[in-house]
């Protein structure tokens, strides 16, 4: 296994399809992508220039752990085929080993995903102007990152890259996919939630929030795709330091987020660079949460 941080592969025998602000994405053929998780990390939609090491194995063994215990809720897009199979050259397979899936190719649905089991980040600003988040009333006096009566379903728009995702209404994503498919997204993304947040709780994580991500299948089924429940995708807090009113710390890229705050950085490009220190404070959050999670 090839150790060295990875900011973006190259593969000479599979052609480049995309290359996102984490993975990049391969075809094997007209059914199946390769998907290589890098150490890339974004924050404000703008991928920072520093690797952060390890990032995209972690990401892959969290993707897979959860894509496993929630098959029974929701379909996912893993294939379960070895890479070797695709990937011949030794030093590619070092590589892509534990960082890298085959999975089949969706059509993906342009919209996010996101459940908020607590109030923070855009949901705590949107209750604080209006008393609601994407619409839905929640009750007065609630605190910062107080954990909300129930989980609410918050679509959010997918945003080109260097662009910021926006919250939408319940009414807009059934414009944009349809009615059937949104009450399908909604139904999949809560069970998901619900389950992993459960989990998560024994194990000394509060999941805050998430957002999945869901493509059509051939026939037209909702299929998870993309990542799971990941430090990238979803706020990750420790139990133990947990109390409303504050923001509590986190085992994801808030704290990444938090360092660039500081900083007279306007959120668009260029990044600037991270301090060392910054890079394996982050590195090892990343690496607890998986240990706390996955074992």
């Not at 929701?74 to 899936?101: I, K, M, Q, W, Y």
């Amino acid at each position: 296994m090839d150790q060295s941080p990875l900011f973006e592969s190259r593969l000479a025998g599979l052609p480049l399809v995309h290359r996102g602000k984490v993975r990049d994405n391969y075809a094997i053929d007209d059914t199946r992508l390769l998907i290589v998780a890098t150490d890339r990390l974004s924050a404000f939609d703008v991928v920072l220039p520093d690797p952060i090491p390890g990032k995209g194995r972690v990401l892959t063994a969290i993707s897979n752990f959860w894509f496993a215990r929630t098959s029974k809720i929701a379909a996912n897009h893993l294939t379960a085929e070895p890479l070797s199979r695709h990937v011949t050259d030794p030093s590619e397979l070092a590589l892509l080993e534990g960082r890298a899936v085959i999975v089949r190719r969706l059509t993906p649905l342009p919209i996010e995903a996101v459940v908020r089991g607590y109030l923070i980040g855009s949901g705590w600003k949107d209750y604080q102007r209006h008393g609601a988040v994407c619409g839905i009333p929640l009750p007065a006096g609630l605190a910062l990152a107080a954990r909300l009566p129930a989980p609410i379903f918050t679509p959010a728009t997918k945003a080109a890259a260097g662009q910021h995702d926006e919250n939408i209404g319940f009414d807009q994503m059934q414009s944009a996919i349809g009615a059937t498919n949104a009450a399908r997204v909604r139904e999949l993304a809560l069970a998901l939630y619900t389950q992993a947040a459960a989990y998560a709780l024994v194990r000394g994580i509060i999941i805050a929030d998430t957002k999945f991500e869901f493509g059509l299948d051939a026939t037209g089924r909702v299929v998870l795709m993309d990542e799971a429940l990941t430090p990238d995708s979803s706020r990750f807090w420790p139990v133990d330091s947990y109390r409303a009113g504050i923001s509590p710390p986190s085992f994801d890229k808030q704290y990444v987020r938090d360092y660039l705050e500081t900083l007279s950085w306007d959120k668009r490009p260029p990044a600037p660079h991270l301090p060392a220190d910054v890079i394996a404070r982050t590195a090892e959050k990343y690496r607890e949460a998986e240990r706390r999670l996955v074992g």
